[in-house]
């Protein structure tokens, strides 16, 4: 038992004491306002540019479908291991959640790119 505690000590202490020394041997004296600062491919990260919320809009939709096709991949595999009424119900279900979100957002003009 004495032995599985210092075993436990030793495995979090000097993982702790690595990181310790890391963090105070890399620090620099000398902050650079250039260097901290973000770096946006040449454009000076002051200046406000606008900021599309079409193109934010399409980003979420496409993230969120991408989800869903992530979720519908394993329903082949699930197909042979459950009943066969309860995989149709829960699959058509799903898919036509899918759809009525994909005509709901069509709808409000979410996918619409140009004015």
Do not use: H
């Not at 200046?47 to 991949?73: G, H, K, R, T």
């Amino acid at each position: 038992m004495m032995m599985l505690m210092t075993s436990i000590t030793i495995s979090f202490l000097l993982p702790m004491i690595v990181m310790l020394l890391a963090t105070t041997l890399s620090k620099k004296s000398i902050n650079d306002r250039e260097k901290s600062s973000p770096f946006e491919c040449g454009f000076d990260p002051k200046l406000n540019m606008p900021f599309s919320i079409q193109f934010f809009l399409i980003a979420v939709i496409f993230l969120i479908f991408d989800v869903e096709i992530a979720l519908i991949l394993p329903i082949v595999i699930i197909m042979k291991t459950s009943n066969i009424m309860v995989w149709t119900l829960s699959t058509m279900l799903f898919i036509i959640i899918l759809l009525v979100g994909l005509y709901y957002e069509w709808n409000q003009g979410a996918l619409k790119w140009a004015n």
